[in-house]
């Protein structure tokens, strides 16, 4: 990161890492707090269900969801996640807002990859999801995410990074999800304001 920062000319303080944790338990969690650590991503509701109670003395401790979000499950997951960072359809905003007893903030989960991504809301809808969200009472959009069809080359992620902080601009949304192990570099070189990283930190994962 370190690296990135310098060579894109910016500063260290501009990027937040997020500390993927999924397929681990929450004792790394813990591990990675007592390192210093503060902001965590989960991709999975049930699974970070197990773990949230065994976390709860983590003061300033802030978890994001990273991983695709279903609608039946927004109420379950506005009470355990501080950001939720896959918010995609109107449908699950107004869900999240109905479940919100404070606070979360969101960010937009935007497919860039053609029709292969799973999840994600198109570049196109993006003006009336937005609009959905503005009211939305309880939700607090600061910005944009995506995750670029899988490459081993890191270059090969540039142009979705690029594109997402094109319409991060057009749209005036500050906040960008991008870049996770492999490509954390291109993506502060392009603007990243959140990387997620899990294996360059916690080393090799179980399967789901
Ligand atoms: C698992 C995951 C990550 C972290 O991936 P690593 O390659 O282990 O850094 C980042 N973002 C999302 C959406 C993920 O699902």
């Known amino acids: 990161m370190e690296a990135a920062v310098r060579r894109a000319g910016r500063r260290r303080e501009e990027i937040t890492l997020v500390a993927v944790t999924k397929m681990f338990p929450a004792s790394t969690v813990r591990t990675a707090y007592e390192a210093g650590l503060r902001e965590f991503g989960e991709n999975y509701v ?22 695709h979000l279903q609608s039946n499950k927004a109420q379950r997951a506005a009470g355990l996640f501080d950001v939720i960072q896959t918010v995609d359809s109107p449908k699950l905003a107004r869900r999240l807002s109905q479940a919100a007893q404070r606070e979360i903030e969101v960010m937009l989960e935007v497919k860039l990859g053609g029709e292969e991504a799973k999840s994600g809301a198109r570049p196109e809808d993006l003006p009336a999801l937005m609009e959905t969200l503005a009211s ?40 960008l999800s991008m870049g996770m192990s492999h490509d954390l570099e291109v993506a502060i070189e392009e603007g990243a304001t959140h990387v997620r990283v899990g294996s360059a930190i916690f080393g090799p994962r179980r399967q789901p």
């Open 46 to 67: 049930r699974e970070f269900e197990g773990k949230r109670p065994e976390l709860a003395d983590l003061a300033g401790a802030r978890f994001h969801l990273i991983g």
């Open 136 to 175: 939305c009472p309880g939700l607090r959009l600061t910005g944009l995410m995506t995750m670029p069809p899988w490459s081993e080359a890191a270059e090969e992620s540039r142009p979705y990074f690029r594109a997402l902080r094109e319409l991060a601009v057009r749209h005036g949304l500050a906040g």
